[in-house]
T-cell receptor, first 114, second 117 residues
Framework: GQNIDQPTEMTATEGAIVQINCTYQ??????LFWYQQHAGEAPTFLSY????GLEEKGRFSSFLSRSKGYSYLLLKELQMKDSASYLC???????????????FGAGTRLFVKA | GAGVSQSPSNKVTEKGKDVELRCDPI?????LYWYRQSLGQGLEFLIY????????KSGLPSDRFSAERTGGSVSTLTIQRTQQEDSAVYLC???????????????FGPGTRLTVL
């Protein structure tokens, strides 16, 4: 079956570092995405990993281990505006159509406190 | 416009009525997705259109749900005989869908908040 797990909620302090983990079990794999979603708004793209390793983009980094079915999103120098939900999503090839389906986790709500 | 647009932004309807939700993807994007998001929950995949290929309808929760995409652009999601459990935010996304996958980032619209009384 298809399953993506991430913690429901996390709390961190402004200026600190937080790591949000994601584990996945899908029938196929063609990339992992992280999206940020502020309350009442649409998700926005943060990062994409298709090969093992760390991708760094400013204060945000994302790591992938395909053999372990594991990814994490690392947020540094936390700011109050980083309070949002962070969605892990896996792209699964649909072999019978040649297309792709993106499967989203339930999201991790991050609360940044002063 | 530069982004994905959806209409209406809010829809309140009575149980048993039919509703239509519209999505205008980013011009040139060949892939279009519909998702449903209940309060505090993740995104539930509904349907996926890719170019002129037959859509992947595997996520539609019942036969009351249908969607079409005309001319490879605008899409309409129709819910017939709405039920209270259909209340959610319906999000549309589009992507460039490069050959072989690539980054294929999905750009989301603002969503339609559906409330079934």
């Amino acid at each position: 079956g298809q399953n993506i797990d991430q913690p429901t909620e996390m709390t961190a302090t402004e200026g600190a570092i937080v790591q949000i983990n994601c584990t996945y079990q899908t029938s196929g794999f063609n990339g992992l995405f992280w999206y940020q979603q502020h309350a009442g708004e649409a998700p926005t793209f943060l990062s994409y990993n298709v090969l093992d390793g760390l991708e760094e983009k400013g204060r945000f980094s994302s790591f992938l281990s395909r053999s372990k079915g594991y990814s994490y999103l690392l947020l540094k120098e936390l700011q109050m505006k980083d309070s949002a939900s962070y969605l892990c999503a896996v792209r699964d090839p649909m072999r019978w159509t040649g297309g792709f389906k993106t499967i989203f986790g339930a999201g991790t709500r991050l609360f940044v406190k002063a | 416009g530069a982004g994905v647009s959806q209409s209406p932004s809010n829809k309140v309807t009575e149980k048993g009525k039919d509703v239509e939700l519209r999505c205008d993807p980013i011009s040139g994007h060949t892939a279009l997705y519909w998702y449903r998001q209940s309060l505090g929950q993740g995104l539930e995949f509904l349907i996926y259109f890719q170019g002129n290929s037959a859509p992947d309808k595997s996520g539609l929760p019942s036969d009351r749900f249908s969607a079409e995409r005309t001319g490879g652009s605008v899409s309409t999601l129709t819910i017939q005989r709405t039920q209270q459990e259909d209340s959610a935010v319906y999000l549309c996304a589009s992507s460039l869908r490069l050959a072989g996958g690539g980054t294929d980032t999905q750009y989301f619209g603002p969503g339609t908040r559906l409330t079934v009384l």
